[in-house]
């Protein structure tokens, strides 16, 4: 029954499989019976004999067996299925090469027609219901795989044996062996069902949704899956079904867009199927905009789908690029990327070259306009993305050079960008620029200057000549030149009944001369029109007159031309006006040519010379463009982002590869990154100075040296030395790594021992070279000391002091590098006093004292510090120095007194009575004491402390062992426990290593405290004169000497608390009333020292040092800002709203000291709640009239302030703090203030409910414009980032009370101007102070008054005083302190407890003393 129907029946391929079960068996074939699980066997193998016997045809008996498989697929054993599929396709390969032949028999009958053309299609469909139900049970047990590695997956296949991966090529390739087939023929030569197209492309459709099907090793499948749809497009007209098909994939899987953009080049380049690319993108650009930008589900596929496309055949996207251009407009910013991709990907590979046509170079330039205009579109991604494709339009080398300098001036705005991606390829594009510049290989400004105004000075001479030399034209011939036009014109306007209805209204001048002027303009100005209109009404007006006159025979045509003919020949200014034309004669023909020949060769040099003139103009505003974006990314150096300071570092390298001489700060700028402690920042600066130093030019080892050496010895010419340290730690790293050769530490050694010829300067930097090479490995010092000695510090060590200071500090670093091999506890490295070394350096010392020279301080204080560094007892060898030096000061002095009668004093000594001494051996004698009591203190607290530990440490070790060795002898017998346990747990509790500290540091504090200044010691002798020097700087006036006496005085007092006591007074007048900057800052550097030494002592003066923030000087500023972030952050000064003076630098004119105090903040913000607990402080003390600082610097420094305030408790808190500030603020100003800093907080909702809480403290301050626009502000941020519809509720609802509240007071307001006609005071009126150094001083700096110098008293005596004083107080003070912290009035006391006092007593450094001398 089921044969008889399928023959006679046909088969429509059904849209769900359920409908083979019902309908019409008459006309359509019809399912009979689904045959259970079990019968199933028996009949796909009653399938597969009969195909053995009657070929493909046997499907048209056994379809329900097949489709009952499909029906219970699930429930099916692996082997069936495989079995079942196997089959199939052997009946598709037999009927397709059955096919073949048939369809080419033009003899086939019409039942054989409609068998083959039901087998066909049944066979199909079972196939591809099987492609389907294998398809969908790999993809759930895709989902179902636990392991990601596929590797249960493998061990499963290799159970079985079966893959369907492996299977689906070769069923895609036999299908489209099949659609290969001239199938026409089964429908009688008309149009092959679409459903059966449809159906066999679904198949790769299907497939192609696999997620897996873009890995390469299914590379095969997705070839065939192509293949398959291509003849479906070429034979069977499905171009319609893709383009929908495939915009839809594109939508919802984001996977196929790669695919498809490969199988669309594919089609169109080896099939010809151009249109479907056309089709595909017009599809994709009517896509509504405004639905992508709320449905962004498929975008990403589209815009990858474009991007891609364009990069693989750009020419056929050009063609159809205006469909996408709507899409630039929208809202998604990733179409907006794909888009401007593929217009960069046609600026590569199609509209290049010079060769361009009209039209393209038109289009060229569209699309690099609307890529310039993207670079500053709205969204980050987007300048992002578009930065990117120019810096590879750049590398290609396809712009062209009228748009260089605007890309580049557009690349240097965007770093100034918020986005931090943006940026970096900002950086990323210059950088290209320079490496892909057309104009030089040198790019010096001062360099491009110079030859720019040659050339432009020799092009303005060959115009010059030119203009001279260039024909002139008569105005005769001007005139036939435009006769034909003005008869054109005279025609038109004569001609009757033709009047034009918009005539001009001319009116004619009083006098002939007067419109005879007027009309020859109009001929100038090409306005003929208009001198024939005038013309002829002067014919009427000035009828006979000259020039109107004219022949009655005439036509007025004729006679205008006429008049207007005299008109400009006779008026009309030439350059010879005065010659004739008739006086230059008549030239013929060759003489003609034999003129212009001449002419010609002037033109094209001076277009030549043009051409050279812009060149040279263009690279020179490139040149300067580099140059502004070099200050710009120097400044990005220290950004928070690690790849925009990797940028900054590798664009610096680049730049300096051009020769760019500011590109030398910018090298200098990234030095102290190599103490960052991201790795990868440090090692970008290796690898820069690597670049830049380590890979130097040169045919030999021997050149190449000689460059590396001097190309780092040009870095350290004035460098700093910040960047001399930040050198030697690269330097350091390059020796331990061995990227030195052996070659350039010879040189080096050569340069110094003056084997090589160089100057003094390049021996200097060969010492420092070899010094922080040493620093990497000693031996490169320790096995050439005697060299250096010999060289260095021997007799011609006069002749340059700076190199012998550099030896010094060279050969200390024998010293910091120098770790026993023993462990902590061996002996340290030390020299005998009667080495080499130390004699030289003593005599060099005590011999230069007496020569006046200015180099002699700083090598004595190198000198000094590696002596007490290496040698044995190194204060007998300083002892020695001092009284050599003593002794020839004295003798000195003796000369003076024999010569004190001797007429006129020389003003180069310093008198005092009868005695008096060169300046210069004052100042040196002085510096000598200060450098060896500082540097003996440090040798006590560190050398002599640590050796004493070290020795204690050895002792009990030893005893140690000694009562190991007993104990374990004496095992044996029987002892009693007790002593053993005491011994033991004193020593488990560390009693006796803590008592022994305390022990060994109450005897370095005593030997400090007693001995040094005691009577008995070498100090004592020097201390009155240091005093004397202090308290008369009108008797020794010399600032260098005064300088050197201040510096002094602080390094003494670090000895002794009590010297130090009982002359702060005198350190902190200096401090203050000194006219001498220099005082000024070394005095800091010293209080700074003295503050960590001697806290308790130094604390009440705290404000004296914070009072040097506001100094008129911006070199103590800065220092003294350095010196309070010291302080500050290593917790040894006590902050309070005192830290305000440190915030009022953030707006100094000086950049250097807001680096500093930016730098300090940042450092501040690192510990918890720093800055939160500070800010209310601030707040009051700065917005505060007397302060000094105007509401346009507050609002400066608030916006760097709170940009550290992040946490969401902290923002809800200070909207708290500041409401309630609002009740006790005095003036208008704090109220505009408050006001502004809410404005600055990220609100919350929570923090919203904060501002309705606490509404009753500001409501009456609202009247205020600025108060309220403030507020406003605040609900307008808030309403941007919250989106809840109850909070927005809530935002209006505040919104209404603050605009009732406003509006209230401002009625309230006029009411009262008219009721009472008393007029309201006036808001409080703006300083005009500007920032910086012009504040107002504290109260306790820079006054006459020296009663403001009276020793502080104690801390406690002060507050029982406060206490007693508090009870006669009528008037309460407002004070705006801090509220956060509820202090106890012990946590007020200066002197600190026991656990709160330091134990670290290293100095802070005074490495810029040396230079501020």
Not at 488 to 504: G, H, N, S, T
Not at 917 to 938: K, N, W
Not at 1018 to 1041: E, Q, R, W
């Amino acid at each position: 029954m089921a044969a008889a129907a399928a023959a006679s029946c046909e088969f429509q391929l059904p849209l769900a499989a359920d409908d083979l079960l019902r309908g019409d068996s008459s006309r359509h074939y019809v399912v009979q019976e689904v045959l259970s699980v079990r019968e199933l066997p028996p009949a796909i193998a009653a399938f597969r004999a009969a195909f053995r016997g009657r070929g493909a045809l046997a499907v048209l008996q056994h379809f329900d067996a097949v489709y009952s498989l499909l029906r219970h697929f699930r429930a099916l054993d692996t082997a069936a299925k495989e079995d079942a599929l196997e089959l199939m396709m052997q009946v598709v390969t037999h009927h397709s090469n059955e096919l073949s032949t048939i369809l080419s028999d033009s003899g086939l009958s019409h039942t054989d027609r409609d068998a083959h053309l039901n087998a066909l299609k049944m066979n199909c469909y079972l196939l591809c219901g099987l492609l389907e139900a294998f398809e969908m049970e790999a993809f759930k047990s895709g989902l179902a795989e636990v392991d990601p590695a596929g590797k249960n997956k493998k061990s499963r296949t290799k159970v079985s044996g079966f893959s369907w991966e492996d299977e689906r090529e070769p069923l895609l390739q036999l299908l489209t062996q099949l659609l290969q087939l001239d199938l026409r023929q089964l429908w009688s030569g008309l149009v092959v069902e679409e459903e059966l197209v449809s159906l066999l492309t679904g198949c790769c459709y299907r497939i192609l949704e696999n997620s897996n099907i873009g890995l390469q090793r299914y590379r095969a499948t997705r070839e065939a899956a192509t293949h398959l749809l291509a003849t479906a497009l070429t034979h069977y007209d499905h171009m319609f079904s893709a383009t929908l098909k495939i915009t839809q994939m594109l939508q919802h899987f984001e996977h196929v867009a790669s695919v498809f953009a490969q199988a669309v080049t594919l089609w169109a380049k080896e099939y010809g199927l151009k249109s479907i690319v056309g089709e595909l993108l017009r599809e994709i650009g009517q896509k509504c905009p405004l639905e992508l930008a709320r449905d962004t589900s498929g975008i990403k596929g589209y815009a990858v789908f474009i991007t891609e496309l364009a990069e693989q055949i750009p020419a056929l996207v050009l063609s159809n690029m205006s469909v996408l251009l709507r899409h630039l407009d929208g809202e998604n910013y990733m179409m907006r990327n794909a888009i401007l991709s593929a217009m960069a990907e046609v600026l590569l590979q199609v509209l290049n070259g010079d060769q361009l046509e009209e039209a393209a170079r038109g289009t060229r330039d569209h699309f690099l306009n609307t890529l310039q205009a993207h670079i500053c579109d709205v969204n980050g991604f987007v300048r992002s993305r578009v930065l990117q494709l120019f810096t590879r339009i750049v590398q290609g080398k396809v712009l062209p050079l009228t748009q260089f300098l605007s890309v580049v001036s557009l690349a240097v705005g965007r770093l100034k960008d918020k986005s931090v991606v943006v940026v970096k390829n900002a950086i990323q594009l210059l950088a290209a620029f320079l490496s892909n510049n057309p104009y030089s290989c040198k790019l010096s400004c001062s360099d491009l200057a110079e030859p720019l105004e040659k050339e432009v000075q020799k092009l303005q001479e060959m115009r010059d000549r030119c203009r001279e030399a260039a024909p002139t034209i008569t105005p005769e011939e001007e005139w036939e030149a435009m006769l034909p036009e003005v008869r054109a014109a005279a025609m038109q306007i004569l001609r009757p009944l033709q009047e034009e209805e918009d005539e001009e209204v001319l009116e004619v001048e009083e006098t002939a001369e007067g419109t005879s002027e007027q009309i020859t303009g109009m001929l100038r100005k090409l306005n003929y029109k208009s001198a024939v209109r005038l013309t002829q009404k002067a014919l009427h007006r000035f009828h006979g007159q000259e020039p109107f006159s004219s022949s009655k025979e005439k036509n007025e045509e004729t006679t205008i031309l006429s008049i207007l003919k005299r008109l400009y020949t006779g008026f009309c200014p030439g350059e010879n006006s005065g010659d004739s034309p008739c006086d230059n004669g008549s030239l013929t023909t060759e003489e003609a040519v034999l003129e212009e020949q001449p002419q010609e060769q002037p033109q094209m040099e001076l277009v030549k010379q043009e051409m050279l003139v812009q060149y040279l103009q263009d690279a020179y505003n490139f040149s300067v463009k580099i140059t502004e974006a070099l200050s710009l990314i120097s400044k990005l150096m220290y950004e928070n982002s690690v790849s925009v300071v990797q940028e900054a570092i590798e664009f610096f390298v680049t730049v300096s590869q051009f020769g760019v001489p500011q590109a030398l700060l910018g090298v200098r700028r990234m030095l102290p990154l190599v103490w960052s402690k991201e790795s990868g920042i440090k090692e970008a600066v290796l690898n820069a100075y690597r670049q830049l130093y380590l890979s130097p030019s040169g045919d030999s080892e021997r050149a190449r040296a000689q460059n590396l050496v001097c190309s780092l010895s040009l870095i350290m010419v004035d460098a700093s030395l910040g960047a001399i340290q930040c050198l030697e730690e690269i330097i350091s790293e390059f020796v331990q790594r061995d990227e030195i050769k052996p070659a350039v530490i010879q040189l080096l050694w050569e340069r110094f021992t003056e084997k090589t010829q160089c100057s003094p300067l390049e021996r200097r930097a060969a010492v420092m070279l070899l010094g922080m090479m040493a620093r990497g490995k000693p031996e490169i010092i320790g096995s050439n000391l005697d060299v250096l000695v010999t060289v260095g510090l021997a007799e011609r060590v006069y002749e340059d002091y700076r190199l012998a200071e550099e030896v010094c500090n060279a050969i200390s670093k024998l010293a910091s590098n120098s770790k026993p091999a023993g462990g902590k506890n061996s002996v340290p490295f030390r020299l005998p006093q009667e080495q080499a070394l130390f004699v030289c350096l003593s005599e060099a010392v005590s011999n230069g004292f007496a020569q006046p020279s200015s180099h002699w301080i700083p090598f004595m204080e190198a000198a000094v510090t590696l002596i007490y560094q290496l040698a044995e007892g190194p204060e007998k060898i300083c002892a020695h120095i001092l009284q050599v030096c003593s002794q020839k000061a004295l003798e000195n002095l003796q000369e003076a007194d024999g010569q004190k009668e001797e007429p006129g004093a020389s003003p180069s000594r310093v008198s005092d009575g009868a005695s008096s001494l060169p300046t210069f051996l004052l100042l040196h004698l002085v510096s000598l004491v200060g450098q060896v009591a500082l540097r003996q203190v440090a040798h006590l607290e560190v050398s002599v402390s640590a050796e004493l530990r070290r020795r204690r440490i050895l002792r009990e070790e030893g005893k140690t062992k000694k009562r190991k060795e007993r104990s374990h002898s004496s095992a044996i017998k029987q002892r009693p426990r007790s002593t053993g346990n005491d011994t033991t747990m004193e020593e488990e509790l560390g009693l006796i290593g803590a008592s022994a500290d305390d022990t060994e540091a109450e005897l370095i504090r005593s030997i400090c405290e007693i001995e040094l200044l005691d009577e008995k010691h070498l100090f004592s002798a020097f201390v009155p004169l240091v005093l004397k020097i202090c308290n008369n700087p009108g008797l020794y006036s010399d600032p260098a000497l005064r300088a050197a006496a201040a510096l002094t005085l602080g390094k003494v007092c670090m000895i002794s608390s009590e010297f130090c006591d009982s002359h702060l007074r005198l350190l902190f007048t200096m401090m203050e009333k000194s006219p001498l900057p220099v005082v000024r800052s070394n005095l800091i550097i010293a209080a700074g020292d003295l503050a960590i030494r001697f806290p308790n002592q130094v604390e009440p003066w705290t404000p004296h040092l914070y009072a040097r923030l506001r100094d008129p000087c911006q070199s103590v500023r800065q220092t003294a800002g350095v010196v309070m972030t010291h302080l500050i952050l290593k917790d040894m000064v006590k902050v309070k709203g005192q830290v305000s003076e440190m915030a009022a630098l953030l707006i100094d004119p000086e950049e250097a000291i807001v680096g500093v105090a930016q730098n300090f903040f940042n450092e501040l913000s690192n510990k918890d709640n720093a800055i939160y607990n500070l800010l209310p402080d601030i707040i009051s003390r700065l917005s505060d009239p007397d302060c000094g600082v105007d509401e346009e610097s507050f609002h400066t420094i608030m916006r760097h302030l709170f940009s550290y305030i992040t946490k969401d408790k902290q923002t809800e808190s200070l909207v708290e703090k500041l409401c309630q500030r609002f009740r006790t603020a005095r003036n208008e100003r704090q109220y505009r203030d408050l006001s502004h800093c809410l404005s600055l907080l990220p609100i919350s909702e929570r923090g919203l409910h904060k501002l309705q809480d606490n509404f009753d403290c500001f409501a009456d301050k609202l009247q205020d414009p600025a108060v309220y626009s403030c507020f406003q502000a605040v609900l307008v941020r808030f309403r941007r980032a919250v989106g809840k519809p109850e909070t927005k509720a809530l935002a209006e609802e505040l919104e209404q009370k603050l605009s009732a509240c406003h509006n209230q007071g401002l009625d309230s307001a006029e009411m009262c101007q008219e009721g009472d006609k008393t007029p309201l005071p006036e808001p409080a009126k703006r300083k005009p102070t500007a920032a910086g150094c012009c504040r107002q001083p504290l109260s306790t700096a820079n006054r006459d008054d020296d009663d403001d110098f009276v020793t502080p008293r104690p801390q406690a005596l002060r507050n029982n005083k406060r206490a007693q004083k508090s009870h006669r107080r009528k008037k309460t003070v407002i004070t705006f302190s801090s509220d956060e912290e509820n202090s106890s009035e012990n946590e007020l006391l200066a002197e600190l407890r026991e656990e709160e006092t330091p134990t670290k007593t290293t100095p802070i450094t005074r490495s810029s003393t040396r230079r501020l001398r």
